[in-house]
T-cell receptor, first 112, second 113 residues
Framework: GENVEQHPSTLSVQEGDSAVIKCTYS??????FPWYKQELGKRPQLIID?????GEKKDQRIAVTLNKTAKHFSLHITETQPEDSAVYFC???????????FGKGNQVVVIP | NAGVTQTPKFQVLKTGQSMTLQCAQD?????MSWYRQDPGMGLRLIHY???????DQGEVPNGYNVSRSTTEDFPLRLLSAAPSQTSVYFC????????????FGPGTRLTVL
């Protein structure tokens, strides 16, 4: 099955700086790559996703890039704010499968 | 719409007891899934369903049963609870077809003593 790995496990950034989290996946059939944000004690919430037919997608301060050849995708958060502090999970899935395989998560801490 | 709802929010069981975690959605979604979340392990898929009457195993199905008699409901049954099943359980639903976005319920925190 699909194996998704996230690096680094913990990331601390100064408020206003950028944060980048990278994920790698193993199954070349995967073509849907979402990112979820989870605050302490809350449910995971989708923040951005990308499909394999595009290389980059942006939504305000958040962007995701995909390199299918290298089998990795990254989350970029610019102008970080304290409310960006959370655990971020990447996942991968073959299209239409809905069997998401999640990474173990990255703790992002934004220092005011 | 209430979205995805789960009951109970918290539960404490003794080893060997059985119980059912409830999950319901009112968005007419075809796809529903159960995940467990353990510290440092991310979310792992237990069972999933692509429609009423159809279920299949995920990554960690042992010790759990599911059924899908209606589109709205997808209960998860623990037949004989074990301490290793102490976890936070999330139910999720998705419209299916060309939409893979999953919407998560609020979770159930289960402790097995």
């Amino acid at each position: 099955g699909e194996n998704v790995e996230q690096h680094p496990s913990t990331l601390s950034v100064q408020e206003g700086d950028s944060a980048v989290i990278k994920c790698t996946y193993s199954d070349s059939a995967s073509n849907y790559f979402p990112w979820y944000k989870q605050e302490l004690g809350k449910r995971p919430q989708l923040i951005i996703d990308i499909r394999s037919n595009v290389g980059e997608k942006k939504d305000q301060r958040i962007a995701v890039t995909l390199n299918k050849t290298a089998k990795h995708f990254s989350l970029h958060i610019t102008e970080t704010q304290p409310e960006d502090s959370a655990v971020y999970f990447c996942a991968a899935s073959p299209h239409g499968n809905n069997r998401l395989a999640f990474g173990k998560g990255n703790q992002v801490v934004v220092i005011p | 719409n209430a979205g995805v709802t789960q009951t109970p929010k918290f539960q404490v069981l003794k080893t060997g007891q059985s119980m059912t975690l409830q999950c319901a959605q009112d968005m007419n979604h075809e796809y529903m899934s159960w995940y467990r979340q353990d510290p440092g392990m991310g979310l792992r898929l237990i069972h999933y369903s692509v429609g009423a009457g159809i279920t299949d195993q995920g990554e960690v199905p042992n010790g759990y049963n599911v059924s899908r008699s209606t589109t709205e409901d997808f209960p998860l049954r623990l037949l004989s609870a074990a301490p290793s099943q102490t976890s936070v359980y999330f139910c999720a639903s998705s419209p299916g077809l060309d939409t893979d976005t999953q919407y998560f319920g609020p979770g159930t925190r289960l402790t097995v003593l």
